[in-house]
């Protein structure tokens, strides 16, 4: 059953999702959740949904989260937050500079085959200190670690580009990690016939916002 994205924001709807198994909105209407409630975020108007005791009772009984969410672990990153959701809305996964390895993929994958998400976001941030560190490194050679070793492909594609190297690298391994979990030939599949959003977005540590990178 497809539910009116309105009704994304309303508590009481959530009895009814939690009884659907499989997707509960289209790919666009996930989407489009995810940037409304960014919007209510940046503006202060938060609706907090989906965090009282009776919504916390409903999802205990299983979760159908609409969208997936990629993030940074910075602390002044978190998506329940910045997309102004509450329990049982997002599958987040955090890692230091939202880099994309076999884990975070599976991760990734488990949540739109098993658990009927429709929007996945891979969501990069400005000033982000672990693409700081990369950059700044990225002339050393040797092990540097796993986390810098997956940025490294983002700061050699965008070496030399005009502007910021950092907001360039930045923007770069969030386009990377999208082309990383559209490799998964069922998750490609979807996208094409339209099930599936992998998109990509930068946020923006002073006012909130989210830039698009890719829809
Ligand atoms: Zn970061």
């Not at 999802?59 to 969410?69: E, M």
């Amino acid at each position: 059953m497809m539910l009116a994205i309105a009704a994304l924001s309303i508590a009481t709807t959530r009895a009814v999702i939690a009884a659907d198994h499989g997707p509960t909105v289209t790919a666009a209407q996930a989407l489009q959740a995810l940037l409304d409630g960014n919007r209510r975020f940046v503006v202060g108007k938060l609706e907090h949904p989906n965090q009282t005791p009776e919504v916390r009772a409903d999802v205990a009984k299983g979760q159908h989260p609409f969208a997936s969410v990629l993030a940074c672990s910075d602390s002044r990153t978190p998506p329940e937050i910045i997309f102004d959701r509450g329990l049982g809305d997002i599958f987040t996964v955090r890692v230091a500079g939202n880099v994309a390895d076999k884990v975070v993929i599976e991760s990734l994958d488990y949540s739109v085959k098993h658990l009927g998400v429709r929007a996945v976001m891979v969501l990069g941030h400005r000033r982000c200190g672990a693409v700081i560190a990369a950059v700044a490194g990225h002339e050393e050679e040797g092990d540097v670690g796993p986390m810098l070793s997956e940025l490294r492909p983002a700061v050699a594609a965008s070496k030399g580009m005009a502007g910021d190297p950092v907001e360039n690298a930045v923007r770069e391994n969030v386009i990377l990690v999208i082309k990383n979990l559209a490799a998964s030939a069922e998750l490609s599949a979807m996208v094409k016939s339209g099930e599936l959003k992998i998109v990509g977005g930068v946020y923006d540590l002073d006012t909130g916002m989210i830039e698009m990178l890719k829809d």
